[in-house]
């Protein structure tokens, strides 16, 4: 089984930046891809960032492009959430999530994909 442990959020000002960590832990860890979503209330969990975990390579939602950066630490078992240029609606619970299983592009896009996830950590932006 594994287990993911999500921190870094809090309260930020606009334009101020915060780095999430993701620590996935089990007896055996190894993860495809591991993905970064968030969510607000009333609304269905949005796609932010995904990190392939042998590579190193990711792919963001436009939305975040240029603003974060997701990386992974394969020694830690951690992956990061590099959030810079926050704006007021990047306020939600950020979620990670991992997945065992070889996945296109954009089912890794997809929340539904993913086996494992964290307890979530919320991110506010003031104006």
């Known amino acids: 089984q594994v287990q993911l442990v999500e921190s870094g959020g809090g309260l930020v000002q606009a334009g101020g930046s915060l780095r999430l960590s993701c620590a996935a832990s089990g007896r055996t860890f190894s993860s495809f891809a591991m993905g970064w979503f968030r969510q607000v209330p009333g609304k269905e969990r949005e796609f932010v960032s995904f990190?392939?975990?042998?590579?190193?390579?990711?792919y963001d939602a436009d939305f975040v492009k240029g603003r974060f950066i997701a990386s992974r630490d394969n020694a830690a078992n951690t992956v990061y959430l590099q959030m810079n240029s926050l704006k007021p609606e990047d306020t939600a619970v950020y979620y990670c999530?991992?997945?065992?299983?070889?996945?296109?592009?954009?089912?890794?896009?997809?929340?539904?994909?993913?086996?494992?996830w964290g307890q979530g950590t919320q991110v506010t932006v003031s104006s």
């Open positions: 990190i392939y975990w042998a590579s190193g390579n990711t």
């Open positions: 999530a991992a997945t065992r299983q070889a996945k296109l592009n954009y089912e890794l896009r997809t929340a539904t994909s993913y086996e494992y």
